[in-house]
């Protein structure tokens, strides 16, 4: 049964959930929602599975049309979404009546923005997941990888809960943070110049226009790594790869699942999240944070929810 | 073998167990693997094994740092290698032809080997796939002899035809899915390498030997091949 209509969309709009699991050693890439914090809380507003299926919206030029009343969530950046003209803003549930028009403008506060229905848009499970990887033809609303398209319906099968929800402020994770990106430090450290290892911590660093869902380059101070050179491994998510030009590349859900660049190590989950929501051109630095109080603080934050 | 457990992320360890790519690493690794997947049963998310690696990716709200390191060290205790034939023998038909396969005449010429013959030392060995990667069952194999190696073309294609078949240095493959993709190409094969409708997806999997047959264009077509050649494709 269709719920909604899609008016407008864009390559960069994409059904998603938590990732693909289970299958990274058949070269099956993760996949999942890039901004994993404010997609599990579009979630949390409906009361639904953190993971459900949402759509993961990138910069805007979204649209939609109700086909009957609708109570959803919207979590994340602020892509200047209205509904029939007035202005709706991020962290919360609401109604979207029969026949009105959601749409998502642009960026003014963040890039990803995360809308969710209730118990999860509706897609046939492709290996264990409904994330679309368009590189691998897997996930979406055909299974077969395709991005969200105008003309195609959305439907969902969960019923909403009577009452409107908003996230409290202080929950609200802040895109305007300036602090470090925490960074686990990884096995190769060692094999980077002592320079290289000051620049990749005292140095600010400016995201690249080349980005996607596979990986995001930094720019900045060629990093010299001094180790020799490396065979193929397997490359966990936020692993921070420094190729021979010495430009870092955090290497993000949508990353093959093998490589052989020597890393720095990887970010955190929250500092993904965070990165997630930042435009090319924006500045970050990068902090070194060692395993377990990184596990200590994730699992901290998990109980949120 | 030197086993070291390395950080490489939050929730990820790194089982390091060779420093060199090799044959002999296998019946290793394939132990390594079983036992790890029993150690950590479904606090596992995913195991990702290279060519001397496997990559730990566990729970992180059951496990922590010390705990995961603590089984992967009992996991690893007293490990033989796994000399059973556990992996499969798959044989993949493939259509040696220059259409298809243009670098033929190139590694041709840095052998000095006449084409028949570099296509009957590729098709007359077994290899081992060593890892999955690059894309979905997109199957790492080797080592093809040292007169076949050659380095990975210096521009990549934009566009390589599924079922196409490579060697890049000492490693062969074939390409699930059309791919960009920088391998010397030598032919085709019309084996469907990975399928979401089949148990376990990837025709191949790490452990497994593959030998590749060389077929007429006839039994290609009837197995179900696409002749398109590559440059009618682009």
């Given at each position: 049964?269709?719920?909604?209509?899609?008016?407008?969309s864009?390559?960069?709009?994409?059904?998603?959930?938590?990732?693909?699991?289970?299958?990274?050693?058949?070269?099956?890439?993760q996949?999942?929602?890039l901004?994993?914090?404010?997609?599990?809380?579009?979630?949390?507003?409906?009361?639904?599975?953190?993971?459900?299926?949402?759509?993961?919206?990138?910069?805007?030029?979204?649209?939609?049309?109700?086909?009957?009343?609708c109570?959803?969530a919207?979590?994340?950046?602020?892509?200047?979404?209205?509904?029939?003209?007035?202005?709706?803003?991020?962290?919360?549930?609401?109604?979207?009546?029969?026949?009105?028009?959601?749409?998502f403008?642009?960026?003014?506060?963040?890039?990803?923005?995360?809308?969710?229905?209730?118990?999860?848009?509706?897609?046939?499970?492709?290996?264990?997941?409904r994330?679309?990887?368009v590189?691998?033809?897997?996930?979406?609303?055909?299974?077969?990888?395709?991005?969200?398209?105008?003309g195609?319906?959305?439907?969902?099968?969960?019923?909403?809960?009577?009452?409107?929800?908003?996230?409290?402020?202080e929950?609200?994770?802040?895109?305007?943070?300036?602090?470090?990106?925490?960074?686990?430090?990884?096995?190769?450290?060692?094999?980077?110049?002592?320079?290289?290892?000051?620049?990749?911590?005292?140095?600010?660093?400016?995201?690249?226009?080349?980005?996607?869902?596979?990986g995001?380059?930094?720019?900045g101070?060629?990093?010299?790594?001094?180790?020799?050179?490396?065979?193929?491994?397997?490359i966990?998510?936020?692993?921070?790869?420094?190729?021979?030009?010495?430009?870092?590349?955090?290497?993000?859900?949508?990353r093959?699942?093998?490589?052989?660049?020597?890393?720095l190590?990887?970010l955190?989950?929250?500092?993904?999240?965070?990165?997630?929501?930042?435009?090319?051109?924006?500045?970050?630095?990068l902090?070194?944070?060692v395993?377990?109080?990184?596990?200590?603080?994730?699992v901290?934050?998990?109980k949120?929810? | 073998?030197?086993?070291?457990?390395?950080?490489v992320?939050?929730d990820?360890?790194?089982?390091?167990?060779?420093?060199?790519?090799?044959?002999?690493?296998?019946?290793?690794?394939?132990a390594?693997?079983?036992?790890?997947?029993?150690?950590f049963?479904?606090?596992?998310?995913?195991?990702v094994?290279?060519?001397?690696?496997?990559?730990?990716?566990y729970?992180?709200?059951?496990?922590?740092?010390?705990?995961?390191?603590?089984?992967?060290a009992?996991?690893?205790?007293?490990?033989?290698?796994?000399?059973?034939?556990?992996?499969?023998?798959?044989?993949?038909?493939?259509?040696y032809?220059?259409?298809v396969?243009?670098?033929?005449?190139?590694?041709?010429?840095?052998?000095?080997?006449?084409v028949?013959?570099?296509?009957?030392?590729?098709?007359?060995?077994?290899?081992?796939?060593?890892?999955?990667?690059?894309?979905?069952?997109?199957?790492?194999?080797?080592?093809?002899?040292?007169?076949?190696?050659?380095?990975?073309?210096?521009?990549?294609?934009k566009?390589?035809?599924?079922?196409?078949v490579?060697?890049?240095?000492?490693?062969?493959?074939?390409?699930?899915?059309?791919?960009?993709?920088?391998?010397?190409?030598?032919g085709?094969t019309?084996?469907?390498?990975?399928?979401?409708?089949?148990?376990?997806?990837?025709?191949?999997?790490?452990?497994?030997?593959?030998?590749?047959?060389?077929?007429?264009?006839?039994?290609?077509?009837?197995?179900?091949?696409?002749?398109t050649?590559?440059?009618?494709q682009?």
């Amino acid at each position: 049964m269709s719920r909604l209509s899609i008016e407008a969309s864009t390559p960069l709009c994409l059904l998603q959930d938590a990732g693909r699991f289970g299958v990274r050693h058949l070269g099956v890439t993760q996949g999942g929602g890039l901004d994993w914090r404010s997609m599990s809380w579009a979630n949390w507003l409906l009361g639904n599975d953190l993971h459900a299926p949402v759509i993961e919206i990138t910069l805007g030029g979204f649209a939609v049309v109700a086909e009957e009343d609708c109570v959803l969530a919207l979590a994340g950046a602020d892509l200047g979404a209205c509904v029939n003209g007035e202005t709706l803003a991020p962290w919360r549930s609401f109604r979207l009546q029969k026949g009105q028009r959601l749409q998502f403008t642009q960026p003014l506060l963040g890039a990803r923005a995360y809308l969710a229905a209730p118990g999860g848009f509706d897609a046939p499970s492709v290996l264990g997941s409904r994330s679309t990887v368009v590189r691998e033809e897997l996930g979406g609303l055909d299974g077969r990888g395709r991005a969200l398209a105008k003309g195609a319906q959305l439907s969902y099968a969960g019923s909403a809960l009577l009452l409107l929800r908003e996230l409290p402020a202080e929950q609200r994770p802040d895109f305007s943070d300036a602090s470090p990106l925490d960074l686990v430090l990884g096995a190769q450290i060692g094999e980077f110049s002592g320079q290289s290892l000051f620049d990749a911590f005292n140095s600010v660093w400016t995201l690249d226009s080349r980005a996607d869902r596979m990986g995001i380059r930094l720019l900045g101070t060629a990093l010299q790594y001094q180790g020799k050179p490396m065979i193929s491994e397997g490359i966990p998510l936020g692993a921070v790869q420094v190729p021979p030009d010495g430009q870092p590349i955090v290497l993000l859900n949508d990353r093959q699942t093998i490589g052989g660049y020597p890393r720095l190590g990887a970010l955190t989950p929250l500092a993904l999240a965070r990165l997630a929501q930042c435009l090319p051109g924006a500045k970050v630095r990068l902090r070194p944070v060692v395993q377990e109080v990184a596990h200590r603080e994730q699992v901290e934050y998990l109980k949120r929810f | 073998m030197k086993l070291r457990v390395e950080v490489v992320a939050l929730d990820c360890l790194m089982v390091r167990l060779f420093d060199e790519i090799s044959e002999a690493n296998m019946p290793w690794m394939l132990a390594a693997s079983e036992n790890l997947r029993a150690a950590f049963g479904e606090h596992l998310i995913d195991l990702v094994p290279s060519y001397t690696t496997l990559m730990v990716h566990y729970d992180l709200i059951v496990l922590n740092p010390a705990q995961a390191r603590e089984l992967i060290a009992q996991a690893l205790i007293d490990l033989s290698p796994n000399t059973r034939t556990g992996g499969q023998c798959h044989v993949l038909p493939v259509w040696y032809d220059l259409s298809v396969g243009p670098e033929l005449s190139l590694l041709s010429q840095r052998s000095g080997l006449a084409v028949e013959e570099v296509i009957r030392r590729h098709s007359g060995r077994e290899y081992q796939v060593f890892a999955l990667g690059f894309a979905p069952g997109f199957a790492f194999m080797g080592l093809v002899e040292e007169v076949l190696a050659a380095p990975r073309l210096n521009t990549p294609r934009k566009k390589v035809a599924a079922g196409s078949v490579g060697i890049a240095e000492r490693q062969t493959a074939a390409y699930p899915v059309v791919s960009p993709g920088g391998w010397n190409l030598i032919g085709r094969t019309p084996a469907k390498l990975f399928d979401r409708e089949r148990d376990g997806y990837s025709l191949m999997q790490p452990g497994d030997t593959v030998r590749f047959e060389a077929v007429s264009h006839a039994e290609f077509i009837h197995l179900g091949g696409d002749d398109t050649p590559l440059e009618a494709q682009v």
